[in-house]
């Protein structure tokens, strides 16, 4: 798309309705690199770069939440040498991008179980969310051995530990105060889901919080993903009539 297009695009965006969060399933990375006869883990390294990319735009478009699924607890069943890749590249992102994240006011959180992470990741990762901690901008929630299912499992777990401790009565769990007990609980639920590559499905991304998102697919590769594909996103969004359950 040349620049003349784009920006004409841009300007459909109504300012005044940014969807508050945006939460991305960043899909097709493998099948990018296959057509071009390169390993899986270019792939991986272009989507970098398009992470990079849509932070900034997502920044400029006053975005609150950007929500990206970087590494699923089912991933660890991929070849060891990808895994391997991908926790690198994780690593050199944050290496690279800290200051700029930092000075851009941009405040990074993470979702998932650090724990079982490589402790270089581990290190990275705290360090960015120490650093930015007072940020008061966009926060960027990365997604790293991060399960839906398990997140609500584990927050099952907290409540009923939180119900014998006597901290909680039974009858005062409704689904605002459960949301306390995910790793999303200082956030609003996403209320655009867009997920690239051509595949219709969650892929065990935040069950709990997308029950009223606004799903939006596109059929281009995550390392394709370009800012115009943002916009389309948010104006078909601005579209659609979200009703929440009323009329
Ligand atoms: C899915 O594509 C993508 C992933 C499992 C990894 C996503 C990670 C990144 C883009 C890089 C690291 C992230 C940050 C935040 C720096 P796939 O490999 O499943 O693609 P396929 O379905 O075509 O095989």
Same mark, same amino acid.
């Given at each position: 798309m040349n620049t003349d297009k784009i920006l004409q695009l841009k300007k459909k965006i109504d300012l005044n309705r940014i969807p508050k969060h945006v939460a991305i399933i960043m899909d097709g990375n493998g099948r990018w690199a296959k057509e071009r006869f390169l390993p899986r883990t270019s792939g991986h390294q272009e989507g970098v770069k398009r992470v990079v990319d849509i932070v900034e735009v997502a920044t400029k478009l006053n975005i609150k939440y950007l929500s990206l699924y970087a590494f699923s607890t089912e991933n660890w069943k991929r070849p060891k040498n990808e895994i391997e890749s991908l926790m690198k590249l994780l690593v050199q992102y944050l290496r690279e991008k800290l200051d700029k994240i930092y000075k851009n006011n941009i405040k990074i959180q993470t979702m998932g179980d *650090? %724990? #079982? *992470?490589p402790i270089i990741v581990r290190k990275e990762v705290e360090k960015a969310i120490k650093k930015t +901690? !007072? !940020? %008061?901008?966009m926060v960027l929630n990365i997604a790293l051995n991060y399960g839906g299912r398990d997140e609500i499992i584990c927050g099952i777990k907290k409540i009923l530990e939180d119900v014998r401790l006597g #901290? *909680? #009565? $039974? $009858?005062? +769990?409704d689904g605002e105060m459960f949301s306390n007990y995910l790793y999303t609980q200082n956030m609003p639920d996403p209320d655009l889901l867009i997920r690239p590559s051509g595949e219709l499905r969650l %892929?065990?991304?935040m069950l709990y919080q997308v029950a009223y998102t606004e799903f939006w697919f596109s059929d281009v590769y995550w390392p394709d993903f370009k800012e115009e594909h943002l916009y389309e996103a948010i104006i078909d969004y601005q579209k659609r009539k979200r009703r929440f359950g009323g009329i």
């Open positions: *650090l %724990s #079982k *992470l +901690i !007072n !940020n %008061s901008g #901290k *909680l #009565k $039974e $009858e005062d +769990i %892929s065990n991304f």
